[in-house]
């Protein structure tokens, strides 16, 4: 333990200047997320009980493809950004917090191309 | 009495939190839920992208009496979420901060949790 104080040894590291990109980030894709994941609710909930055939042509609609896929890459990024934060907060072992949060990050990455694909796939690829 | 053995405050076993840190505290978990949920839809969407048969067990699942729990949970945790985050966004510009005005948007957020929940699945099971 030191008894140089905080900003003894912080003094001269020079500003982290990452942490209001974060916060910036966080907030305009929950924007966005207000109307985008009440279109996606409203869709899903007026597609219930449709079979593979009528959520296809549904999907392949050019603004659906479009709004789903925008829709899945701003999910998946304002939850990343947002599960970070939670590791930050409750994990407090240095080499397990950043295993944990580059993990949430690839994880996320993954599924968020995931979707992507599968979107495209169902709306473009017949079965 | 040595001072690691010092009660804290708010110590949170036995302190009983405030309506606005529940609601705090609630937002983060539900927000933690919804990463669950979007890994759901991403299988959901891979199977649309696999094809009738994979598609057909993944709606014949979700339209189970489990199914339906899980999903009637993720609406639940998806409109507060959503409810609260506006609420945040309000903040975010410094409206609302005072704490009467924040115990009755708080509560305005529970409310509408449980009307646009009971609507939007009276909405879905009478399609």
């Given at each position: 333990m030191s008894l140089r104080t905080s900003l003894g040894r912080a003094r001269g590291s020079g500003a982290a200047k990452d942490g209001s990109e974060h916060w910036?980030?966080?907030?305009?894709?929950?924007?966005a997320l207000v109307p985008l994941s009440v279109w996606f609710l409203a869709s899903v909930v007026s597609l219930s009980g449709a079979n593979l055939e009528q959520f296809r042509a549904w999907?392949?609609?050019?603004?659906?493809?479009?709004?789903?896929?925008?829709?899945?890459?701003?999910?998946?990024?304002?939850?990343?950004?947002?599960?970070?934060?939670?590791?930050?907060?409750?994990?407090?072992?240095?080499?397990?917090?950043?295993?944990?949060?580059?993990?949430?990050k690839l994880l996320a990455a993954w599924f968020a191309i995931f979707s992507v694909v599968a979107v495209l796939r169902a709306a473009f690829v017949g079965a | 009495m040595s001072i690691s053995d010092r009660p804290l405050s708010p110590h949170l076993q036995v302190y009983r939190l405030p309506l606005v840190a529940l609601l705090s505290i609630v937002h983060r978990m539900t927000g933690v839920a919804l990463v669950g949920g979007s890994v759901l839809?991403?299988?959901?969407?891979?199977?649309?992208?696999?094809?009738?048969?994979?598609?057909?067990?993944?709606s014949a699942l979700l339209a189970s009496p489990l199914g339906k729990l899980v999903l009637f949970g993720f609406t639940v945790a998806y409109y507060y979420?959503?409810?609260?985050?506006?609420?945040?966004?309000?903040?975010?510009?410094?409206?609302?901060?005072?704490?009467?005005?924040?115990?009755?948007?708080?509560?305005?957020?529970?409310?509408?949790?449980v009307v646009l929940t009971i609507l939007t699945w009276a909405v879905g099971l009478s399609l």
């Open positions: 910036w980030q966080q907030r305009v894709t929950a924007v999907l392949a609609v050019p603004c659906n493809t479009a709004l789903a896929i925008f829709f899945l890459l701003v999910v998946f990024h304002h939850g990343q950004l947002g599960m970070q934060v939670v590791i930050e907060d409750y994990v407090h072992n240095r080499a397990v917090k950043l295993a944990g949060i580059i993990g949430v | 839809l991403a299988v959901w969407l891979g199977a649309a992208a696999f094809g009738a048969p994979a598609f057909a067990m993944a979420h959503l409810l609260n985050g506006i609420r945040h966004l309000f903040w975010d510009v410094g409206l609302g901060l005072d704490l009467v005005v924040a115990r009755a948007s708080g509560r305005l957020v529970m409310a509408a949790t």
